[in-house]
T-cell receptor, first 111, second 114 residues
Framework: GEDVEQSLFLSVREGDSSVINCTYT??????LYWYKQEPGAGLQLLTY?????DMKQDQRLTVLLNKKDKHLSLRIADTQTGDSAIYFC???????????FGKGTRLHILP | DTGVSQNPRHKITKRGQNVTFRCDPI?????LYWYRQTLGQGPEFLTY????????KSRLLSDRFSAERPKGSFSTLEIQRTEQGDSAMYLC????????????FGQGTRLTVV
């Protein structure tokens, strides 16, 4: 079945760039997403990329997609304390349109 | 429209009792998803609907779980004979089929089985 893997923790100094990585198994994925979840809050869609794109940039966020390796990354430039959250990678398959999530990467910001 | 609405936000129930949660999607959205999230885990897919048709049900969903979307608008998720392992956040999302489909999530219903 489909699977999405990501590392569980990342610590970054304030002002540095954060890079969160994700791998997925479904070669038919059409959309890949990054969601943010702050403590006690719901899931917020940060950005997405269509599977025929290699890169997408949106202000401080850059998404890179390597479809051959089924690897997705999210780069947050100039990381701020407000970026502290859990970041979920997710993919939507072409066959069934259900969205499958990874376990999330907890981003910790060091002063 | 204020987005996806879930009720109740919190539910505490005794083991063995039945519980029902409600999700009101964004009004024009024809697809509705249910997920379960436990502490330290990502949302796990449970089931989803297109209009009133239930398209898929995860193997995670035992026979004690049932979901409906009778008129293609709101949906209910019922858990019968709750167990402590059912304690989790139950999330609902909705989207519009066709073109780019962003799924909007509700705030969730937190279930605690004691």
């Amino acid at each position: 079945g489909e699977d999405v893997e990501q590392s569980l923790f990342l610590s970054v100094r304030e002002g540095d760039s954060s890079v969160i990585n994700c791998t997925y198994t479904d070669s038919s994925s059409t959309y890949l997403y990054w969601y943010k979840q702050e403590p006690g809050a719901g899931l917020q869609l940060l950005t997405y990329i269509f599977s025929n794109m290699d890169m997408k940039q949106d202000q401080r966020l850059t998404v890179l997609l390597n479809k051959k390796d089924k690897h997705l990354s999210l780069r947050i430039a100039d990381t701020q304390t407000g970026d502290s959250a859990i970041y979920f990678c997710a993919e939507m398959g072409n066959r069934d349109d259900k969205i499958i999530f990874g376990k999330g990467t907890r981003l910790h910001i060091l002063p | 429209d204020t987005g996806v609405s879930q009720n109740p936000r919190h539910k505490i129930t005794k083991r063995g009792q039945n519980v029902t949660f409600r999700c009101d999607p964004i009004s024009e959205h024809n697809r509705l998803y249910w997920y379960r999230q436990t502490l330290g885990q990502g949302p796990e897919f449970l089931t989803y609907f297109q209009n009133e048709a239930q398209l898929e049900k995860s193997r995670l969903l035992s026979d004690r779980f049932s979901a409906e979307r009778p008129k293609g608008s709101f949906s209910t998720l019922e858990i019968q004979r709750t167990e402590q392992g059912d304690s989790a956040m139950y999330l609902c999302a909705s989207s519009l089929v066709g073109g780019y489909t962003e799924a909007f999530f509700g705030q969730g219903t937190r279930l605690t089985v004691v």
